[in-house]
Nanobody
């Protein structure tokens, strides 16, 4: 059973930075595509950034140039570095993994609040 555990959320002022981390266990991390999603109150969950097993990355237009996704296969972790945060980035951020059989896994989410 794959487990994903996020950490690193919190309260940050506009213009600030945060790094989210997701630790994976119980699966074949190296052969999994990973991603970060977010869901703001009253809105649908949206894809923020993804990184494939071959380290190909993709970003939502609203975060391109501000967020960076990376993975460490030795530590079974995927990170999201978020710079120049603004209030519109406030949401619960979820780690997502899709394994070789296209089975998806989700973390429990971590709250990010951008406010002065």
């Amino acid at each position: 059973q794959v487990q994903l555990v996020e950490s690193g959320g919190g309260l940050v002022q506009p213009g600030g930075s945060l790094i989210l981390s997701c630790a994976a266990s119980g699966g074949d991390f190296r052969r999994s595509d990973m991603a970060w999603y977010r869901q703001a109150p009253g809105k649908q969950r949206e894809l923020v950034a993804s990184i494939s097993m071959t380290t190909r990355t993709a970003y939502a237009g609203s975060v391109k140039g501000r967020f960076t996704i990376s993975r460490d296969n030795a530590k079974n972790t995927v990170s999201l570095k978020m710079n120049n945060l603004n209030p519109e980035d406030t949401a619960v951020y979820y780690c997502n993994g899709k394994d070789f059989f296209n089975t998806e896994y989700w973390g429990q989410g971590t709250q990010v609040t951008v406010s002065s």
